[in-house]
């Protein structure tokens, strides 16, 4: 399936992004909780580089759901049937998401946590 110009690349990885976000309930997830951290920035209002964090944390999030989704789709593709190996490679797709996911925590807490401060204080 080799594509014939820019544009059709452009088509084609935006239907993948699309269909992530449509089918995935994860990325739904993922999705809401980047909505609400922009508009807790928005709130906050944020400095040029902890709106560069903010945004690198959510898309290494989306990212690493939507590798996920891929590699699923792939052992599934691969295999109908229980194999260890098809298990090994689905729960390391989910590890990596929640190893960002994880990384997005840790930098909200850094990037919110002197707003969070000031709030309470």
Request: charged share 15%; hydrophobic share 55%; glycine share 6%.
């Amino acid at each position: 399936m080799r594509t014939k110009n820019l544009g059709e690349s452009f088509y084609h990885a935006a239907a993948g992004v699309i269909y992530s976000f449509v089918s995935q309930r994860n990325m739904k997830i993922h999705s809401l909780a980047a909505i609400i951290v922009i508009i807790a920035g928005v709130i906050c209002r944020l400095d040029r580089s902890e709106w560069g964090l903010t945004i690198v944390a959510i898309f290494i999030v989306l990212v690493a759901e939507t590798m996920n989704t891929a590699i699923e789709k792939t052992v599934d593709l691969v295999t109908d049937e229980f194999h260890p190996l098809a298990k090994k490679a689905k729960n390391l797709a989910a590890g990596a998401t929640l190893l960002a996911a994880l990384c997005a925590v840790a930098l909200g807490i850094i990037v919110f946590g002197p707003y969070l401060m000031g709030a309470f204080n």
